[in-house]
């Protein structure tokens, strides 16, 4: 069985935010690009295979799902087959 294929898009303010970060962070295209990967074929991680978390309590439009690779964070929507990122953050090593 083929995977399933998503459209993935990005919001005005996730391009400013990767727009900033990318010349500070040369490992951000590589991460952006693994992201791109994976919400295109298992946004909502059916197969158990990625760091994706639906998160509790955020509404439809704000980013319900947050996906890590690394030290970044992206934060999206899926509404039927299309995936909207709207977030691209740095975790810190003083989050936690």
Do not use: W
């Not at 490992?27 to 998160?55: G, M, Q």
């Amino acid at each position: 069985m083929a995977p399933s294929s998503y459209r993935v898009q990005t919001s005005a303010h996730f391009d400013r935010l990767i727009k900033k970060l990318a010349p500070k962070h040369p490992d951000l295209v590589r991460r952006f690009e693994e992201a791109l990967a994976v919400l295109s074929t298992d946004p909502h991680n059916s197969t158990n295979n990625y760091p994706i978390k639906k998160l509790a309590g955020v509404p439809q439009g704000q980013g319900q799902y947050r996906l890590r690779f690394g030290r970044f964070c992206f934060r999206y929507d899926v509404a039927g087959k299309e995936v909207l990122l709207h977030y691209c953050g740095l975790r810190r090593e003083d989050t936690y």
